[in-house]
């Protein structure tokens, strides 16, 4: 269940999150969606979260929180990032984790060529958690016509536990 890459509005290959409570973010990011811990501060001011064989890709900090103006409309840190996982037992398996914690879901869309859960991580970041399917499932598509979106059904993506 190791997300495969993240993706953020930044354009970086990683990303950096300040989090107001970084054991809570832990909880999220480590038992609910998969990442592994790489290095964490003792002082509990850090942590930086990987996937496999990348050193990190997901960096969380309290440092600058407790200074930065918060808002009830937009987290504390970047407005956007999307989290993909290389297989759909992988992302059925987060909904899973998600599911059992009653964490709240903003939407959960089938594009044709990708499935994708939103929500908000606890300090209100958004986030896209994602699995495409391989080209050969994609549904063919006469060329300058835009996939619709579907609801994804959930119950379906569970199966593939």
């Known amino acids: 269940m190791n997300p495969h890459r993240i993706y953020s509005t930044n354009n970086d290959n990683y990303v950096h999150l300040t989090v107001t409570d970084l054991a809570q973010s ?6 609910l969606l998969g990442f592994k811990v790489s290095l964490y501060y003792e002082d509990h001011s850090a942590a930086y979260l990987s996937t496999g064989s990348h050193h990190y890709l ?37 909904y899973l984790n998600l599911k059992t914690a009653t964490y709240p879901l903003i939407d959960a869309v089938d594009l044709g ?25 994609k549904p063919k598509q006469p060329k300058g016509i835009f996939n619709r979106s579907n609801p994804l059904d959930l119950e379906d993506l569970l199966r593939a536990l």
């Open 26 to 31: 832990m909880d999220f990011y480590v038992k």
């Open 113 to 137: 060529v990708s499935e994708i859960i939103y929500l908000e991580d606890p300090d209100g970041n958004s986030l896209e958690l994602c699995w495409d399917r391989p080209k050969k499932e």
């Open 58 to 94: 997901l960096a969380l900090d309290t440092w600058f929180a407790q200074y930065l103006p918060h808002s009830e409309s937009q987290g504390l840190g970047i407005f956007h990032s999307l989290i993909q996982y290389p297989t759909r037992k992988d992302l059925a398996a987060v």
